[in-house]
């Protein structure tokens, strides 16, 4: 046997091990490329979109002619152009319109797109436009919606188990109460972009800034009217995502597709700031109404909810984002009668849409404001309370959904979180510390979180992957994921690197893109590894088998005999070079090029009986915060912060790590200083960063501790044993929201709920210290 070897050393970059992020260099140093930074073929234009300036009207004109006049116009683009379908809508609803013909339904709607030589020129005379519209009434948000008739924007889910009106009626206590809680703007740094340029016959290709390629690239064939195979769409990396481009990228790619076609010439759109935040969707924000009912020990014994929300003007992703609102209203609590209704209502606003936890974190709120109610109730520590209601053993393991909770560690993971964090001798020091002081007063609160992963739509739940391995040795890796700086194709590679065992500095990783993997799910749902990896895993074991196989036909020993070792093959009693086994391989027509696989087991969802299984598994985590606030003046800053987070068996800590300390300032940002302000008019106010305030690093907890629970494990059929970690931590955020609630609390001495809506802002955490002094 030639090229023996003797292999003892491990891989570089195997799972399970800390690895920087593929680009994490290319990142700081300005190298990483993204879809603006690609070249611009000789007689790339640039469009730009014609927005309204009324909240709700029909159209009665629009003259267009001053903006086809305008220096370096080439053309505009209105519903006239489109020769397919004039909708964009992700769920097929067909009521999402590229531009509208006759209705304006928010302010800022794009109305048309200027195509000009510049993108400067394009942006000045999309302002030219004239129109003549008559005014409509319009409703902003979802009580005034309510009020006005306005209807549901999709169907309403209702969640129900047990005997509600029994368990209200044999409980001793019962509060009612409503919480609002806002939504949020992505902020991603990279913003909506996309970049097209056309090709013979029906081809165009598509580069764009999207966390669902597949969605894209069938948007853009159902607008031109063409088949999906005609269009081809590319993405190697976003400068954030967080939900924000996964359906609201569809209206950029398809105006940059429908010019480059219609002129014959590659066309780039990049709205500005102020235009992205106006012209896309947020977070959903929410009218929660709850009843609970609850016996002396503060055990939930009935719980009934109303998530009234702002979905907007279509309805986008807000059917699956309401639903899983209340799939994720119980958080970590077990309630033994259970009424749960969605009313996912239209608005006169920008349709809102995905965000990192999809509804998720806008339940679990609900279930830990209802846990803080009981608990001022009676006079009792919310950690108290938390635990009392935790999911058990059988009996106490059943969710409003039907699912059986098997997997829970919650009990393990607080109480080591409890201990670590010193969490009863530093809330027994504020209570002395706020009894003495006057006007500065703390608080403290341990929240925890349970988190179902899988996409809630069943068929999203597959992915796919191509693997090639080459004569030389090196490898090619294409799977349907996107990455956006979570460090996706950092894990995919290491989970293919350990597979053939060999250093994932032999692992090339390539963009993604319709042409290597076809009908992909969106990159979303904390499923990005989960989907892909085993993808990945499935391709790369594919190859491996034909190589056994081979190896043990050549040199004639059992295929159990033949080993991948670090970068070598044990073949017997022989040891040769991986490079020197692939080329051989080759040259006995071995095929070294795999299309994997891969499909979540076990899942199911009846969303007529409201009943199922949508979740493989559940991810837990629990969090401790601290903060003190000025009650002169309601400013705050959280002192410290300690998290102790479930991902299973980490493919990556580090990049595990970073994306929980993400999360956490980014949910903890929502609950305290993102908000989102419309006027009466109609106009989003907070459009831009001089008036949308998301966390700096002087917000972000001045003793910070963020460490994994190592000894979880995920059941045997998912990634080496990990377990997702995009979403979950977002809510470990709500411990923030937890201790303001505890300091605003003390100005009465405990006595009742703050209620504090959500974001915290300093003028409510304000307003509620007034409140509670002046005994309102």
Not at 407 to 425: F, H, T
Not at 570 to 585: H, I, P, Q, Y
Not at 664 to 684: A, P, S
Not at 752 to 771: G, K, Y
């Amino acid at each position: 046997m030639k090229d023996q070897i003797t292999s003892t050393e491990a891989i570089r970059g195997a799972v399970h091990s800390d690895l920087r992020h593929d680009s994490a260099i290319k990142h700081v140093t300005g190298r990483a490329e993204y879809c603006d930074d690609i070249a611009e073929p000789a007689g790339t234009l640039h469009a730009y979109l014609g927005t309204s300036d009324v909240t709700h009207a029909r159209i009665r004109s629009l003259d267009l002619s001053a903006v086809r006049a305008a220096p370096g116009v080439i053309g505009v683009l209105t519903a006239a152009d489109i020769p397919g379908a004039n909708d964009i809508s992700p769920t097929g609803r067909n009521d999402e319109p590229v531009f509208p013909t006759d209705l304006i339904e928010f302010h800022g709607q794009p109305l048309f797109a200027v195509v000009a030589e510049s993108r400067d020129a394009a942006r000045r005379a999309a302002e030219l436009a004239q129109m003549e519209v008559e005014e409509l009434p319009h409703a902003l948000d979802p009580l005034q919606a309510q009020a006005a008739g306005y209807p549901h924007i999709t169907d309403p889910l209702k969640l129900e188990r047990g005997d509600v009106a029994t368990g209200f009626a044999e409980a001793p206590h019962r509060i009612t109460g409503r919480l609002n809680v806002g939504g949020q703007d992505h902020m991603y740094l990279e913003g909506q972009i996309s970049f097209a340029i056309p090709g013979e016959d029906d081809d165009v290709v598509v580069h764009c800034s999207t966390q669902h390629p597949s969605e894209a690239q069938h948007m853009v064939a159902h607008v031109l009217g063409v088949p999906s195979n005609a269009v081809t769409v590319n993405v190697r990396r976003m400068g954030g995502g967080f939900g924000g481009k996964e359906s609201q990228m569809n209206l950029f790619a398809c105006v940059a597709a429908l010019a480059a076609k219609k002129w014959n010439r590659p066309v780039k759109i990049r709205p500005d700031r102020d235009q992205d935040m106006t012209a896309t969707g947020k977070r959903h924000d929410f009218v929660i109404d709850y009843d609970v009912a609850f016996d002396e020990a503060g055990r939930i014994q009935a719980v009934e909810g109303e998530f009234a929300a702002r979905c907007g003007w279509s309805s986008d992703l807000s059917g699956p984002v309401t639903d899983r609102a209340l799939f994720h209203a119980d958080n970590a609590y077990f309630y033994p009668h259970v009424r749960l209704a969605s009313r996912p209502m239209k608005t006169n606003t920008v349709s809102n849409t995905a965000f990192r936890g999809f509804g998720g974190p806008q339940g679990v709120v609900a279930a830990e404001r209802m846990i803080e109610e009981i608990a001022f109730a009676l006079g009792k520590d919310p950690l108290e309370v938390r635990k009392a209601n935790f999911y058990g053993p059988e009996g106490r393991d059943l969710t409003p959904y039907h699912q059986q909770v098997t997997d829970n560690i919650l009990e393990r993971l607080v109480g080591e979180l409890e201990k670590s964090a010193d969490y009863q001798a530093r809330r027994k020091a504020i209570l002395e510390f706020n009894a003495q002081s006057r006007f500065l007063k703390r608080g403290i609160a341990l929240t925890p979180v349970k988190f179902g992963i899988s996409f809630t739509a069943t068929h999203y739940n597959q992915a796919g992957s191509l693997i090639h391995v080459y004569s030389d040795g090196s490898i090619h890796l294409n799977h349907g994921g996107t990455e956006m700086g979570q460090g996706l194709n950092t894990k995919v590679a290491q989970v293919v690197a350990d597979a053939f065992q060999v250093d994932i500095t032999r692992i090339k990783i390539t963009r993604t893109t319709t042409e290597k993997v076809p009908n992909t799910s969106a990159t979303a749902a904390s499923s990005g590894s989960d989907l892909n990896g085993m993808a990945a895993l499935d391709a790369a074991e594919q190859i491996k088998t034909r190589l056994v196989e081979y190896a043990a036909d050549k040199w004639g020993v059992d295929p159990a005999a033949v080993i991948f070792l670090p970068n070598a093959v044990k073949v017997g009693n022989e040891v040769m070079g991986f490079d020197a086994l692939v080329k051989a391989a080759y040259m006995a027509r071995v095929h070294l090029s795999a299309a994997g696989f891969y499909k979540t087991p076990d899942i199911h969802w009846d969303r007529a009986a409201g009943r199922g299984r949508p979740f493989y598994y559940y991810a837990y985590g629990a969090s401790c915060s601290e903060v003190s606030v000025d009650t002169l003046t309601g400013e705050y800053r959280v002192e410290r912060t300690d998290i102790l987070h479930d991902v299973g068996r980490s493919l990556n800590p580090v990049l595990d790590k970073g994306q929980v300390e993400g999360a956490f300032i980014q949910g903890m940002g929502w609950l305290t200083t993102e908000e989102l302000w419309w006027d009466k008019q109609g106009r989003l106010r907070t459009h831009a960063p001089s008036t949308y305030k998301i966390p700096l690093a002087s917000d972000a907890p001045r003793i910070f501790n963020v460490g994994l629970a190592e000894w979880s494990v995920n059941p045997e059929r998912t990634i080496k044993r990990s377990k997702a970690v995009g979403e979950p931590p977002f809510m470990l955020g709500i411990s923030v929201l937890e201790a303001l609630s505890m300091a605003v609390a003390s100005v009465a001495d405990y006595r009742e709920c703050p209620r504090l809506d959500a974001p915290a802002t300093p003028e409510r955490v304000l307003m509620a210290v007034e409140r509670l002094r002046g005994g309102k």
